[in-house]
């Protein structure tokens, strides 16, 4: 069981929402939203794949990943 919990956490990746998108245009807004992020500071753990380091590569002035 340990070995699938450590295998599980290499997948995952740590999201921190730190600065708002007041003021951001629509497309980095639905980014922010499709992230599952709603307030600042909340820190969301996903799944580490291509196309969400995608959605992080383009607001990388609005999140942080946190490890």
Avoid: F
């Amino acid at each position: 069981m340990a070995t699938t919990k450590r295998r599980k956490a290499a997948r995952s990746i740590k999201v921190e929402y730190y600065k708002s998108v007041i003021g951001a245009p629509e497309a980095l807004k639905r980014v922010v939203k499709g992230l599952g992020l709603r307030r600042l500071n909340a820190v969301r753990e996903l799944k580490d794949t291509p196309s969400l380091r995608g959605m992080i590569a383009k607001v990388p002035h609005l999140v942080r990943v946190v490890e």
